[in-house]
């Protein structure tokens, strides 16, 4: 997370560092996501997941993809966007981290079920 907001520090205007943090995220993001596919499919030896566990990481994983979605469309639409939505992305996007790093190591991290539970009610 440091290294993103090094990288965010580049821009010079506020919405400038606004939307850098957000093309960041979004690289880390799927970086982090790219072997899901493999994960979900059971093609990664070591890791096994339950139905449970994938539909928990999938709903995490479309938290995160849906909040950058919205921000990247509002900053291409010309529009401003806030901190705190960044930063919403920021701490939703460390938890899908923590939620997925957990699940791969056979653990079920609350950071999993947070981000879930964010998904499903609208938060």
């Known amino acids: 997370m440091l290294m993103l907001w090094g990288l965010a520090a580049c821009a010079s205007s506020a919405q400038g560092k606004l939307k850098q943090s957000v093309y960041d995220i979004d690289s880390a993001y799927h970086v982090a996501a790219e072997p899901m596919p493999d994960v979900m499919a ?6 096994t997941l339950t139905d449970a566990e994938k539909t928990l990481v999938k709903s995490a ?6 909040e950058i979605t919205s921000l990247e469309t509002s900053i291409e ?16 996007f460390a ?6 790093t957990g699940v791969k190591a056979g653990q ?11 998904t499903t009610t609208g938060n």
Do not use: H, M, R
């Not at 639409?77 to 939703?92: F, R």
């Not at 938890?95 to 997925?100: D, L, N, P, Y």
């Open 42 to 47: 059971g093609k990664l030896p070591g890791v």
């Open 61 to 66: 994983s479309q938290s995160v993809f849906n």
């Open 95 to 100: 938890s899908f981290e923590v939620c997925w």
């Open 77 to 92: 639409g010309g529009k401003s966007i806030t901190a705190t939505a960044v930063s919403a992305l920021e701490t939703d």
């Open 108 to 118: 079920q991290p609350s950071a999993c079920a947070d981000i879930a539970t964010t």
